[in-house]
């Protein structure tokens, strides 16, 4: 270990030490002062975000640390920025559900920087051993966040599916990971991709191996026809916890993804991408079919997610830089819009029960107009229409796959974007065309506001003014 070494995992070693502050300064914190947890949490992902952007390096340049176990480039700095901001805004959302429902607790902020700490090791991964490591911290810190209420039995229930099917997911990967390292004779994906290259590993082995890591993404992404755990996790942990899975661990998974698949395994690229193309046409059907039947939003938005992540997957697909920087738009504008309709859902919320049924918003225009308005853009930019976010991060995967001759895939896609346009607009309708059953005021605290402002008023601002993320995300591949 070198100081060099050091450096380049600043951030990581600072959310570490953080995150261990903030659980022993909880320890003396009352919980009339729980506040004061809350700054220190958002205060470590200022400071992370600094040191990243300090240390940021140029364009094309990649550093190496821990004997090539950890990476530093473009890519990976960029997704940890707005992994930052994707927890700060979180962070602010879960407040007031937690005081809510009186879970305003300390080992909230704990669990969830070290789930941030897991999707950073993830990230800058270059080792199948580095890779588990920051697979199995995320994880696990999901895995409590769910059961986080603990008279809750649908939270209980949905905590033990959750750590079961991910536990097997892991162990699927795990065993993939030991077939490719048993043919190759390396856990170093570069090490491992040029000797595929040069012949090395007999094919029998590297296909099931292959197979094994696919599948084990494929748990932790969430796609058809391994997402049966997906719409049971997000109904039943807090709507504060559900904002959190819904969001960050996807900005970790498409690093998963990129780093196992392109950097370690590009030379089975043939292979793969015919896997990924069944497992995305799957999940472009059944996520936006089954959400039609949903009446519980939360239930609803977990169906959609299944085929966002579908989306996602076709940028990847390609195989290409471009292919990789359209997912990368992809996962960062779906961790966005994903984040402001779980706020939404919080907002509408009281301390007697979750607005979790989409009867909850019906009139919701005749009690808070700015907010029904909010929640249109949010609906329209996750249902892709023109001008909003969501669209450009369609058209960027949909343009991949048929970059890699996948015309059949483009065209489900865009069959199944109008099939999920149907149930987001049904909220819309719900807002704006139906009388209000509660006619009551709707409060929350001004930060929260101002957040939730800001993030829905960006997923259209970014879409009309979509050429600087697009670009960043371009420049991360170059």
């Known amino acids: 270990m070198t100081l060099v070494d050091l450096q380049l995992a600043l951030p990581e070693i600072f ?27 958002l205060l470590t992902l200022v400071f992370a975000a600094i040191l990243t952007l ?6 094309g340049e990649v550093a190496y640390a821990f004997s090539d176990t950890f990476i530093r480039d473009r890519f990976g700095d960029v997704l940890k920025v707005f992994a930052y901001i994707t927890l700060a805004a979180v962070f ?18 704990t669990l969830s920087l070290f789930a941030l700490l897991g999707v950073m090791v993830m990230i800058s991964a270059s080792n199948m051993i580095t890779v588990y490591l920051g697979l199995e911290l995320l994880a696990l810190s999901t895995y409590a966040l769910v059961a986080f209420d603990r008279d809750s039995r649908y939270g209980s229930e949905a905590a033990m599916k959750y750590f079961v099917l991910g536990s ?40 099931f191996g292959l ?46 993804a990129i780093r196992l698949l392109d950097n370690g395994l590009i030379g089975l690229h043939d292979d793969w991408k015919n896997m990924l193309a069944i ?32 989306f996602m997957l076709m940028g990847v697909i390609a195989g290409t830089p471009e292919g990789y920087s359209a997912a990368m738009f992809y996962a960062i504008s779906y961790a966005m819009m994903s984040a402001g309709a779980f706020a939404m859902v919080i907002m509408m919320s009281t301390p007697e029960r979750e607005a979790d049924q989409l009867d909850d918003y019906k009139g919701l ?13 949010l609906m329209f930019s996750l249902a892709g229409v023109p001008v909003f976010l969501g669209f450009f991060a369609k058209w960027q995967v949909i343009a991949a796959a048929l970059s890699a001759d996948f015309v059949w895939l483009a065209v489900l896609a865009v069959i199944t974007s109008v099939i999920g346009a149907f149930y987001y ?20 605290p001004v930060d929260f506001r101002a957040v939730l402002a800001i993030n829905g008023v960006a997923v259209l601002a970014l879409g009309i003014f979509s050429g600087g993320l697009i670009s960043l995300c371009v420049s991360a591949f170059v």
Not at 221 to 247: E, K, Q, R
Not at 425 to 444: G, T
Request: hydrophobic letters at 55%; proline letters at 3%.
């Open 211 to 256: 197979v094994f890591i696919v599948i084990g993404i494929s748990f932790k992404i969430g796609v058809v026809p391994f997402h049966m755990w997906v719409p049971d996790v997000y109904h039943g942990a807090p709507v504060a916890i559900t904002t959190l899975i819904s969001s960050l661990p996807k900005l970790a998974y498409l690093a998963l």
């Open 15 to 41: 959310v570490l030490s953080m995150a261990c502050v903030v659980l022993l300064a909880d320890l003396f914190i009352s919980d009339e002062r729980r506040g004061l947890t809350h700054m220190l949490a």
């Open 279 to 310: 497992l995305v046409a799957l999940s472009l059907v059944v996520g936006n079919v089954v959400a039609i039947a949903q009446t519980n939003i939360k239930r609803m938005l977990a169906y959609s997610t299944i085929s966002h992540m579908g």
């Open 92 to 109: 602010v959302y879960a407040k007031h559900s937690l005081r809510q429902f009186k879970l305003f607790k300390g080992e909230f902020y």
């Open 365 to 377: 225009a005749k009690r808070d107009p700015w907010h029904a308005l909010l929640m249109l853009m």
């Open 168 to 207: 097997l997911a892991s162990g699927m990967l795990l065993y993939g990971m030991s077939l490719i390292y048993g043919a190759t004779g390396s856990l170093d994906l570069a090490v491992i991709s040029q000797n595929m290259a040069g012949g090395a590993g007999d094919s029998m082995i590297l296909a």
């Open 425 to 444: 607009l049904r909220i819309v309708k719900l807002m704006y065309f139906d009388q209000p059953d509660d006619a009551s005021e709707i409060s929350a």
């Open 54 to 59: 300090r240390v940021m390096l140029p364009v």
